[in-house]
């Protein structure tokens, strides 16, 4: 009875497990493709103008399509690998608009090598892009603070935005990022959402590894 027992434990254990990885992998696939696809046709029309800068570029986006791709499907990552792939990202970005952007991207981490939960931040970064940078025709902005120890990882992103466009802000991929940080960080995670009166909207995380 008793080995009975200590089996459906098991069994009921192992059927949790797949389905928390199962459901990972759902919210990971959701992770927005449309960039790049947008990111490819800038650069089609990049090509003749600036054909080194499109070459560069290419390089880029190969680089983020393999990390998404492969790196993305791992359950841990470095931070540096991340922090590289939102580098790509912002750079990106700044090719696709005609008009100024102030982008800011303070790292402040004792260890590259810190091990995090893939494709973290980024919907954090595409959220102030797609209902800040679009949306606005002159004077967007995005400051990003990253702090890193060895026990905790802090990051705050800020933007400015159409306060018309407000109520649309919040949208799915946040959301999938909430349900990745139950799922990983469970009881680990800090998750802070605000807007002030300036049309400044902030997000902050904070981990404990």
């Known amino acids: 009875m008793i080995r009975w027992l200590i089996i459906q434990i098991k069994i009921i254990l192992r059927l949790k497990k797949d389905k928390t990885q199962a459901e990972l992998m759902h919210l990971k696939s959701q992770v927005n493709p449309h960039f790049f696809f947008n990111t490819l046709n800038n650069l089609y029309g990049l090509v ?6 499109a070459q560069q570029l290419i390089l880029k986006l190969s680089d983020m399509m393999r990390y998404s791709i492969y790196e993305g499907q791992n359950d841990w ?3 540096g690998d991340e ?6 990202y912002m750079d990106l970005h700044k090719m696709r608009y005609h008009k100024e952007i102030i982008i800011r991207f303070d790292i402040d981490t004792v260890d590259r090598n810190i091990k995090i939960m893939p494709l973290l931040f980024i919907i954090m970064v595409e959220n102030a892009f797609k209902h800040g940078v679009e949306k606005l025709r002159k004077d967007a902005f995005v400051y990003i603070r990253l702090k890193a120890t060895l026990q905790h990882v802090d990051f705050v992103i800020e933007n400015n935005f159409d306060a018309d466009e407000q109520s649309s802000i919040q949208g799915i991929g946040l959301n999938n990022l909430k349900k990745r940080l139950e799922l990983v960080y469970l009881n680990k995670h800090e998750l802070e959402i605000s807007t002030n009166h300036d049309a400044i909207y902030k997000i902050r995380l904070r981990l404990t590894l």
């Open 77 to 79: 990552v470095t931070l």
């Open 83 to 88: 922090i590289t792939y939102l580098e790509n």
């Open 48 to 53: 003749e103008k600036d054909t080194a800068k």
